[in-house]
């Protein structure tokens, strides 16, 4: 880790230094460890948070970081969604998607793709028969966005975010690098395309440096440490490997908007820090979520199942 850098940062595009007034941080929070799919261990990150700081969030995963043995990569085996989009971030391995509307390929080191859901599909995230048999490192997150009412039952849809695609941008000191996704940071924009409109980037800090950025007023804002320590606002919160900073904010003062205009993660002295930084407009609807569905109500979850055991999400496409 990372998977993308760059020889030389300070030929980015550079972040402003002064941007005025910054977010403080409401919640520090550890995330605990898992299993899912067929077995690969997970950092629930989003776990132990307050719904209302989430939205419009419903979970994210850290996958790995683990160097598998000859024999032991894993995946998850077929399954339905419906109501959301996954977004899977691959910072290194290999992983292949397939969808039961057409989509799907290959991602790794750096690339992302972004599913939507909508009305539903069915899908498979695996890794390739030849990581299978090799063995090796494998590191990613998966992050689910809520969709509206309104879009919920829109078409399935597929984007591959190759890596030469995501923006690059320095700190204005160059102490940082930032990776951006999704969304708009000081005016650049990342290639991710959203329903839900949400900023999603991936940072790696310098030790010692500190990334401040301007943030969307109407954004909720959420930092996860991927590895290192560091402290999180201008309050310098700590915050190590495996935990989520919540800043203060819209999502989390439903009705209300923040006077914030920016978001600061330092780096610890002697530890670099890797960081996934994401925010959104929340959509203040109920939600209703279970298993691979989020929906506004049990009956719409309820119609989900069915609609899912009658077939409806379509057909799982022969092996190639």
């Given amino acids: 880790?990372?998977?993308?850098?760059?020889?030389?940062?300070?030929?980015?595009?550079?972040?402003?230094?002064?941007?005025?007034?910054?977010?403080?941080?409401?919640?520090?929070?550890?995330?605990?460890?898992?299993?899912?799919?067929?077995?690969?261990?997970?950092?629930?990150?989003?776990?132990?948070?307050?719904?209302?700081?989430?939205?419009?969030?419903?979970?994210?995963d850290q996958m790995g970081e683990v160097d598998y043995a000859p024999g032991e990569p894993k995946g998850t085996p077929w399954h339905p969604h419906r109501g959301f989009e996954t977004v899977t971030y691959?910072?290194?391995?290999?992983?292949?998607?397939?969808?039961?509307?057409?989509?799907?390929?290959?991602?790794?080191?750096?690339?992302?793709?972004?599913?939507?859901?909508?009305?539903?599909?069915?899908h498979i995230e695996a890794p390739p028969e030849w990581l299978v048999?090799?063995?090796?490192?494998?590191?990613?997150?998966?992050?689910?966005?809520?969709?509206?009412?309104?879009?919920?039952?829109?078409?399935?849809?597929?984007?591959?975010?190759?890596r030469d695609s995501v923006v690059l941008l320095s700190s204005h000191d160059g102490g940082a690098l930032v990776r951006l996704i999704a969304g708009d940071v000081a005016g650049h924009i990342g290639p991710g395309s959203t329903h839900t409109p949400i900023t999603l980037l991936h940072a790696s800090i310098s030790p010692g440096a500190q990334l401040t950025m301007p943030w969307r007023k109407d954004f909720n804002a959420l930092a996860y440490v991927l590895s290192g320590k560091g402290g999180a606002g201008e309050e310098k919160a700590p915050i190590a490997t495996g935990q989520l900073a919540v800043f203060e904010g819209f999502g989390?003062?439903?009705?209300?908007?923040?006077?914030?205009?920016?978001?600061?993660?330092?780096?610890?002295?002697?530890?670099?820090?890797?960081?996934?930084?994401?925010?959104?407009?929340?959509?203040?609807?109920?939600?209703?979520?279970y298993g691979p569905f989020v929906m506004n109500s049990r009956a719409e979850l309820v119609q989900a199942f069915e609609d899912y055991q009658a077939g409806r999400f379509g057909t799982i496409p022969a092996s190639p």
Wanted: hydrophobic content about 40%.
């Fill in 133 to 162: 048999q090799k063995g090796g490192l494998f590191h990613g997150i998966q992050l689910w966005v809520n969709l509206p009412s309104k879009d919920k039952m829109i078409d399935p849809r597929y984007q591959d975010i190759g």
């Fill in 252 to 289: 989390n003062r439903p009705g209300l908007t923040t006077d914030a205009e920016t978001i600061t993660i330092t780096a610890s002295a002697n530890s670099g820090l890797e960081v996934i930084i994401l925010g959104g407009e929340p959509i203040q609807e109920p939600v209703a979520h």
């Fill in 1 to 60: 880790m990372p998977a993308v850098t760059v020889d030389n940062i300070l030929a980015l595009p550079r972040i402003p230094a002064d941007l005025g007034v910054g977010r403080k941080v409401v919640a520090v929070e550890t995330a605990p460890s898992g299993f899912e799919g067929e077995g690969f261990p997970v950092r629930k990150a989003l776990a132990t948070i307050k719904p209302s700081y989430l939205d419009p969030f419903v979970m994210m």
């Fill in 90 to 122: 691959l910072i290194d391995g290999t992983f292949v998607h397939q969808d039961s509307h057409g989509g799907g390929g290959v991602i790794s080191d750096g690339d992302t793709q972004w599913m939507t859901a909508g009305s539903g599909l069915l």
